[in-house]
């Protein structure tokens, strides 16, 4: 899976670096969001979505790869 950050949609809730610091961080600027792993492991996928549908402002998505 790869994440997607609309950075201008990203209002800086910091909801995603509260569920999976590992993954998402917050712009030192501005506060959006930064991607410090956009393909995190198939490990983490159930953190990785949880922390997506946390995100206040929908700036968050995922890419699933095709089946196969």
Known sequence: ???VAD?????GAG???LALGEVFDQ???DGTVVLL????????AAE???AVQLCPSG????VEPPPG
């Open 1 to 3: 899976m790869r994440i």
């Open 7 to 11: 950075t201008g949609r990203c209002i």
């Open 15 to 17: 909801m995603c670096v």
């Open 27 to 29: 712009s030192e600027d």
């Open 37 to 44: 792993d956009p393909e995190p492991p198939a490990s983490k």
């Open 48 to 50: 990785v979505r949880r």
């Open 59 to 62: 700036a968050l998505s995922l």
